[in-house]
Every structure is written in C-alpha cells, then in structure tokens.
Nanobody, 117 residues
Framework: QVQLVEIGGGFVQAGGSLRLPCAAS????????MGWSRQAPGKQRELVAV???????NYADSVKGRFTITRDDAKNTVYLQMNSLKPEDTAVYYC???????????WGRGTQVTVSS
C-alpha cells in the first residue's frame, strides 16, 4: 500500500522560508514522478511543483523562482523548499505520487502552511 507522509509545515512570516519533506513507502520510488500540490480555503487544489524520475522539475507560475522541489532516491523522500513566502501561499500542502503523464497514484494527508503578513 502506497503511503506518503508529509512533515513540517506551520506558521511563518511573509518573506520567510519553510522546507517540507515527504517520505514515501509502498512503491518503487525511483520509477515515480513526485509532486506537491496545495489547496487554499475556497479554492481548487493546484499542482505547484513536480520532479521526474530523471530529476527534471516544473513549477506553477505562482511559485516559480521561489519554490524548489528535489528528491532523494536513497531516502525515498521528496522535498519542497519554499522561500520568499507570501500570505497567498497559505494552504494545505499535499505530497503526491504520479505516473509519467501526471496521472495521480496517491496523495499524502496534507500539512498546513500559514503565512502571516
């Protein structure tokens, strides 16, 4: 059974940084594209970053230049480094595992990130 467990999150002031790790189990991590999505209150869930098995990353325009997604295949872990945080980054952040064409395999339970102005 696939399990994705996010840790980290919390409160941070605008302009600050947070790093979100997500530990994966129950899958062949090296064969899976990993991503981070977020959902703010009253809004749809959006995909903010993905990293392929080859280490190629892509980002939503809203986070480009501020967020960095990386993966450590030895630890079955994906990270989201968030810098220059803004109040509009406030959301529940979800780790996700995806097929090569981004079809979803599994979601984590989510972790809250709150950015105060």
């Amino acid at each position: 059974q696939v399990q994705l467990v996010e840790i980290g999150g919390g409160f941070v002031q605008a302009g600050g940084s947070l790093r979100l790790p997500c530990a994966a189990s129950g899958l062949i991590f090296t064969a899976i594209t990993m991503g981070w999505s977020r959902q703010a209150p009253g809004k749809q869930r959006e995909l903010v970053a993905v990293v392929t098995t080859g280490g190629i990353s892509n980002y939503a325009d809203s986070v480009k230049g501020r967020f960095t997604i990386t993966r450590d295949d030895a630890k079955n872990t994906v990270y989201l480094q968030m810098n220059s945080l803004k109040p509009e980054d406030t959301a529940v952040y979800y780790c996700n595992a995806r097929h090569e064409r981004l079809e979803i395999i599994s979601w984590g339970r989510g972790t809250q990130v709150t950015v105060s102005s």
